[in-house]
């Protein structure tokens, strides 16, 4: 119970490995980037070659992936009958439920544990984890979460993770937006942006995303990213089809993808989210 597998070591993923590391746990993991298996190395990891190896010697995995198709291929590769896969990357429940067949018939077994927080909260071990799927193997991943998230949940049939992420995620994409939208308003009437996330912070309309992101719209640097504005637009995709699929109005929400789709086309695609800021300090004519 002391050893479990991360597949996928980016901003995420390198992120719950080195926790765990730090928690005592032997982490073995792939990523097929050399750079991101350097990474685990240097936190204390044992980097391996290929995702089935790792299968191998964690009979509980981890899977942070940046889309459909890498977590089907990882499905296709991996092996080990009652190998349990915490899959926590945010993707529509179509394909997470297409990889659940691939591994179940090989004997083992997806779970859909969606992660809320941002890369950096992932560092900080500020995490928390919506898990969904077969109970008895989520019982065996309860030892690992400690490791690597503040709290977690266990919300049944499998897919309840996923519909929650997408609950958390579009409160995110409006908060988000809304923190920006705040400090331009106050910036522009002649507030200094520290004293607005010192004061508002601390008043009735503050929100996670003003705490998390306020920082870096203080400072209107937003190169350190801990989501890229060109992955959300990917989460932002499948938020708005699942309202869509379900027949839900999402007004504020459809209002803040305005925003984010400015970011990219304004050249911030690489950068991190709370850079709708400066696209509203733009269209304000803001002068810092």
């Given at each position: 119970m002391k050893t479990i597998g991360v597949i996928g070591l980016g901003i995420m993923g390198s992120a719950m490995a080195g926790n765990l590391c730090k928690a005592g746990f032997r982490v073995y993991g792939y990523d097929p980037l050399p750079a991101a298996r350097n990474a685990l190395k240097k936190a204390g990891g044992l980097p391996l070659a290929a995702a089935s190896a790792v299968a191998g010697q964690a009979p509980v995995l981890i899977t942070s992936l940046p889309g459909a198709e890498a977590l089907h291929a990882v499905a296709r590769?991996?092996?080990?009958?009652g190998v349990v896969v915490m899959e926590t990357s945010t993707l529509p429940i179509e394909e997470k439920e297409r990889a659940r067949e691939?591994?179940?018939?090989?004997?083992?077994?997806?779970?859909?544990?969606?992660?809320?927080?941002?890369?950096?909260?992932?560092?900080?071990?500020?995490?928390?984890?919506?898990?969904?799927?077969?109970?008895?193997?989520?019982?065996?991943?309860?030892?690992?979460?400690?490791?690597?998230?503040?709290?977690?949940?266990?919300?049944?049939?499998?897919?309840?993770?996923?519909?929650?992420k997408f609950v958390a995620n579009l409160l995110v994409a409006i908060h988000n937006v809304s923190a920006a939208e705040a400090f331009v308003l106050g910036m522009k009437a002649g507030l200094d942006p520290e004293?607005?996330?010192?004061?508002?912070?601390?008043?009735?309309?503050?929100?996670?995303?003003?705490?998390?992101r306020g920082p870096q719209m203080v400072a209107g640097e937003y190169g350190?990213?801990?989501?890229?504005?060109?992955?959300?637009?990917?989460?932002?995709?499948?938020?708005?089809?699942?309202?869509?699929?379900?027949?839900?109005p999402t007004p504020l929400f459809n209002a803040s993808a305005a925003i984010y789709n400015a970011a990219m086309a304004q050249g911030f695609a690489k950068e991190d989210t709370a850079a709708v800021c400066a696209i509203l300090e733009r269209l304000g004519g803001v002068k810092r």
């Open positions: 590769e991996l092996s080990g009958k691939t591994l179940a018939k090989k004997g083992a077994t997806l779970l859909d544990c969606p992660l809320s927080g941002t890369g950096a909260q992932a560092r900080a071990k500020d995490l928390v984890v919506y898990a969904s799927g077969d109970k008895a193997a989520f019982q065996k991943t309860v030892p690992f979460l400690k490791g690597f998230s503040r709290a977690h949940y266990y919300l049944g049939e499998f897919g309840n993770g996923s519909k929650m004293t607005i996330f010192k004061v508002a912070g601390d008043g009735a309309g503050s929100s996670r995303m003003f705490q998390v350190d990213a801990t989501m890229k504005v060109e992955v959300w637009q990917k989460d932002m995709k499948i938020i708005g089809e699942f309202a869509m699929k379900h027949g839900v």
